[in-house]
């Protein structure tokens, strides 16, 4: 199959380009203290750059900082442009760069935010990425002990791209993050695995050479077509993802979000598909040829979404508001007539505290959606009829890391230190399968109605050439017919850098 040389196009790529010039091609999703310091830049105006789409090109970022005068620069906002700097310099002048990583930990991850050290109990993982002018590759493989997908090696995070300027052509298994959220997104995040796919980046900054373009401001674009499982109700279906991100003036920052599930087993997958897509056709519950339109959905699992981000300074500190709004199909008439629609909300702002600044979120998450004509008819979101399991990858949504039929607080800090440690924290309150009620557990998740309160806590710090990180988390679970329950989770981690 199509999907099975990346491995040997990753090996050799990196054979191709060990005496390359630099060594990290993209800002990648796995990094929650540099996507805060660049965030913080941005407040201040010191990065025009769309930073809601993941994963980034560190050139994009890299030519913003290099125009900053460092001088004019003070107090903490000079710290943090210099920490994100430096870290440009490092990952831009290695001939190559490695990394080993080992955890451990009493539970496999349940939930995951934007930045998440772990998804197993016990994994490894080994890496080296380079780039040169033309050619940037990453070839990681992470070992997992009784893996909940079955999948105990993984290529997750390799990739091998083509860099052509500001556009790439890569083929991998790369992370995507879309939406302003840290602790979860709707459309995607990094809640299930990366899929094997291909995707065609770019970006451009504010000064078009074209005028006319100029009231788009900078933005960044990303289209991907992804292979998914084999073990699902329609083997082997693709994911066509497009990301459109744009800041049409300094403080305002859009996202345009649209995906599209076909092929699969059994079903058309020449030109006609991708053009029965595009052309806003209706299908009925398992393929009749004829339904009442309440029944109708698109062809194509699809959905389509928008975020909206506020930046600005009130008072000298740096506040942000967003909105991100995911819907999941068509009810009837053209394509723009959406339905079923999740919500998604935050803000942050930061504070000073001793000598460092500490960024403080809110964020509500809301995927309890109702379908056809009865608004207590909920368990449809990420759903299909056609392709069963829906947006899921091995069991886990591609979106929200709650799944559907959720609700959710988390208010959440984020700090570092002069040392270079780090400390992260929130306190969560999450409902759950919020109506009792449960579809086939045949590839979905299976959460029993319950309510948690839940804090976690993470810390890390510089130690012999790597980053030794720390966690801890304790929950409190109420269901309404049994007894409360007491959860607790140790982890703990280390990455080597080479």
């Known amino acids: 199959m199509w999907y099975k040389p990346f491995k040997q196009l990753v090996i050799s790529g990196m054979l191709l380009g060990s005496y390359a010039a630099q060594a990290e091609l993209f800002v990648d999703s796995s990094d929650l203290y540099l996507r805060t310091d660049m965030q913080l830049l941005s407040e201040y105006g010191l990065i025009a750059s769309p930073l809601n789409t993941y994963p980034l090109r560190w050139q994009a970022i890299g030519q913003e900082l290099k125009?900053?005068?460092?001088?004019?620069?003070?107090?903490?906002?000079?710290?943090?442009?210099?920490?994100?700097?430096?870290?440009?310099?490092?990952?831009?002048?290695?001939?190559?760069?490695?990394?080993?990583?080992?955890?451990?930990?009493?539970?496999?991850?349940?939930?995951?935010?934007?930045?998440?050290?772990?998804?197993?109990?016990?994994?490894?993982?080994?890496?080296v990425s380079f780039q040169s002018e033309y050619l940037a590759g990453k070839g990681s493989v992470t070992q997992v002990k009784q893996a909940s997908d079955g999948k105990n090696t993984r290529p997750d995070d390799s990739y091998l791209a083509l860099v052509l300027d500001r556009w790439t052509l890569s083929a991998g298994y790369i992370e995507q993050w879309w939406g302003p959220g840290v602790d979860s997104s709707l459309h995607k995040s990094t809640n299930a695995r990366p899929m094997p796919g291909l995707m065609l980046t770019g970006y451009h900054p504010a000064d078009y050479d074209s005028q006319w373009l100029n009231w788009l401001g900078p933005w960044s674009f990303q289209s991907s077509v992804s292979r998914m499982e084999h073990e699902r109700p329609i083997a082997n279906p693709l994911l066509w993802s497009n990301r459109l991100n744009l800041r049409p003036i300094a403080k305002l920052e859009i996202g345009l979000s649209w995906t599209a599930q076909l092929c699969g087993e059994g079903l058309n997958c020449g030109l006609d598909a991708f053009k029965d897509v595009l052309s806003?056709?209706?299908?009925?519950?398992?393929?009749?040829?004829?339904?009442?339109?309440?029944?109708?959905?698109?062809?194509?699992?699809?959905?389509?979404?928008?975020?909206?981000?506020?930046?600005?300074?009130?008072?000298?500190?740096?506040?942000?508001?967003?909105?991100?709004?995911?819907?999941?199909?068509?009810?009837?008439?053209?394509?723009?007539?959406?339905?079923?629609?999740?919500?998604?909300?935050?803000?942050?702002?930061?504070?000073?505290?001793?000598?460092?600044?500490?960024?403080?979120?809110?964020?509500?998450?809301?995927?309890?959606?109702?379908?056809?004509?009865?608004?207590?008819?909920?368990?449809?979101?990420?759903?299909?009829?056609?392709?069963?399991?829906?947006?899921?990858?091995?069991?886990?949504?591609?979106?929200?890391?709650?799944?559907?039929?959720?609700?959710?607080?988390?208010?959440?800090?984020?700090?570092?230190?002069?040392?270079?440690?780090?400390?992260?924290?929130?306190?969560?309150?999450?409902?759950?399968?919020?109506?009792?009620?449960?579809?086939?557990?045949?590839?979905?998740?299976?959460?029993?109605?319950?309510?948690?309160?839940?804090?976690?806590?993470?810390?890390?710090?510089?130690?012999w050439h790597g980053t030794l990180k720390l966690g801890a988390s304790t929950a409190n679970i109420q269901y309404p017919d049994a007894a409360d329950k007491r959860e607790n989770t140790l982890y703990s981690g280390y990455v080597y850098q080479f």
């Open 67 to 127: 125009q900053v005068d460092a001088n004019r620069l003070t107090g903490n906002v000079a710290e943090v442009y210099q920490r994100v700097y430096q870290r440009y310099l490092a990952e831009q002048q290695a001939s190559f760069q490695g990394k080993l990583s080992a955890s451990l930990a009493s539970d496999a991850a349940q939930f995951r935010h934007f930045g998440a050290d772990y998804r197993e109990k016990q994994q490894a993982t080994a890496s």
């Open 280 to 463: 806003s056709g209706y299908s009925c519950p398992d393929n009749a040829p004829d339904c009442e339109s309440s029944s109708q959905s698109k062809k194509g699992n699809q959905m389509a979404g928008f975020d909206l981000h506020y930046r600005d300074l009130w008072f000298g500190r740096p506040v942000s508001l967003y909105l991100e709004r995911t819907c999941e199909d068509s009810s009837s008439g053209g394509p723009l007539d959406i339905a079923d629609c999740a919500n998604f909300a935050g803000g942050n702002t930061w504070l000073q505290l001793a000598q460092q600044q500490v960024k403080v979120f809110l964020e509500y998450s809301d995927t309890m959606v109702a379908c056809g004509e009865d608004d207590k008819q909920y368990n449809c979101f990420y759903e299909h009829s056609t392709y069963g399991s829906g947006s899921r990858y091995y069991q886990r949504s591609l979106g929200s890391t709650y799944d559907s039929d959720a609700r959710s607080w988390v208010l959440g800090a984020v700090t570092r230190f002069p040392d270079q440690s780090g400390l992260y924290a929130t306190i969560r309150n999450i409902k759950l399968n919020y109506d009792g009620a449960q579809l086939s557990a045949n590839y979905r998740p299976v959460h029993d109605k319950q309510q948690i309160v839940r804090l976690d806590l993470n810390y890390q710090r510089p130690f």
